[in-house]
């Protein structure tokens, strides 16, 4: 009996102190964000939230309403600016499930590191959405733009961040982590995808958007903005931006268009590996990148035998040329245009050689301008599709 008793006692003791939904946030009482823009002002920033308006996502009846809503306010950090946004909306800003966050183009140049701070420890926010830059133009601007296949805009930009990678890549996905590690790395700089508006934007805010089978306004996803530390410095164009993702091991799948007499060859790419190695040569550094490309035929616009082996290298030799153009411009760009390692030559330094590293740090950036690279490249044809001759040489018989 007296067993009992103790355990009821202490059973009481420690419920006193499980206090079960403390923390607990209804639905009905938060303002879900799904994207943040940023933005400079004359004094401080500006705070653009895309929020999503429940009432017209759920359910079968629709009010005719939009799938959004956008809420500005400025301050002289997130923080301040977030917490003003109480003057608009009826719920709490919820955080959790943020999409994307994208930096106005002026205010990615002057530098983001202090908002990195704000995003990093806010107890809310995973890291798992995309980083962006508004290219040309302003985040708020991006954010208001009504997109017409995904309904929330910011689904709309990581569903097509995420597929352009994966199929194109000439854009990358960087989330928070990786952002802040390339900001703080000392042989390895960051880089962040571009979205832009095109169109008139102010039509693009509009309902009536969406309802046109080709919209007035769009946004798209095209090429890397390149940063010093936390400071944008330049773009590379879309040949470049591919050349980056070939040297950072990022190439899932592509395509490559080689030349041939009356048109193009287009090559898919459908594997690559990089191996990226620094080495000391004479008291300075180099940088040997090995790359394996292996691609399908996927479309021939000029008369050629693909029955023949000698016709199949010939094109190997072209696809491999390719590449290696891509990959020297992108070398070349920014070793001299920006001096920014974007590619991470300096953490391949250190790996290789750790004591010459400890001489190489402090003036990595005039080493980098200088630095010399190997390309070796191997491309191999791998299928050629269910035919083998061109339908062009059939036309022209």
Request: aromatic share 6%.
């Amino acid at each position: 009996m007296k067993k009992i008793i103790y355990l009821l006692i202490i059973f009481l003791f420690i419920s006193i102190f499980l206090s079960g939904c403390w923390s607990r946030r209804e639905l009905n009482e938060l303002a879900i964000a799904v994207a943040l823009g940023i933005d400079k002002t004359d004094d401080g920033l500006l705070l653009t939230v895309q929020i999503i308006n429940p009432s017209e996502l759920a359910g079968q009846v629709r009010s005719g309403r939009t799938e959004v809503i956008s809420m500005k306010q400025t301050g002289d950090t997130l923080l301040e600016a977030g917490r003003m946004l109480s003057v608009e909306s009826p719920r709490r800003i919820y955080l959790a499930h943020l999409r994307q966050i994208i930096f106005g183009e002026e205010f990615a140049k002057e530098g983001i590191a202090k908002t990195l701070d704000f995003l990093s420890r806010h107890h809310e926010m995973r890291t798992d959405f995309f980083i962006t830059v508004a290219k040309g133009s302003t985040a708020s601007d991006i954010l208001n733009v009504q997109t017409a296949l995904e309904p929330i805009p910011a689904n709309k930009l990581f569903g097509a961040l995420e597929n352009s990678e994966t199929v194109w890549s000439r854009t990358k996905t960087v989330q928070l982590d990786e952002l802040i590690s390339s900001i703080t790395s000392k042989g390895k700089e960051p880089v962040l995808t571009g979205i832009y508006a095109y169109g008139d934007v102010k039509t693009g805010s509009k309902f009536s958007n969406v309802q046109d089978v080709s919209p007035e306004s769009e946004l798209k996803i095209d090429q890397i903005a390149v940063f010093k530390k936390d400071k944008l410095i330049g773009w590379l164009n879309s040949d470049e931006s591919k050349g980056f993702n070939y040297i950072t091991d990022n190439i899932k799948s592509s395509i490559v268009n080689i030349p041939c007499e009356g048109g193009k060859i287009s090559i898919g790419t459908i594997r690559s590996k990089t191996d990226v190695k620094g080495k000391m040569k004479n008291g300075k550094p180099q940088i040997d990148i090995h790359i394996n490309s292996e691609g399908n035929i996927g479309d021939v616009q000029c008369s050629v035998d693909l029955s023949k082996l000698e016709t199949i290298k010939a094109i190997e030799e072209k696809y491999k040329n390719q590449i290696e153009e891509k990959m020297k411009k992108v070398i070349h760009r920014a070793q001299k245009d920006f001096q920014s390692d974007i590619f991470g030559f300096g953490e391949a330094i250190h790996r290789a050689e750790p004591k010459a590293w400890k001489r190489l740090e402090p003036t990595w950036e005039q080493e980098f301008e200088n630095l010399e690279v190997s390309i070796h490249v191997k491309a191999d044809i791998r299928r050629l599709g269910t035919i083998t001759e061109s339908i062009q040489e059939d036309i022209e018989e």
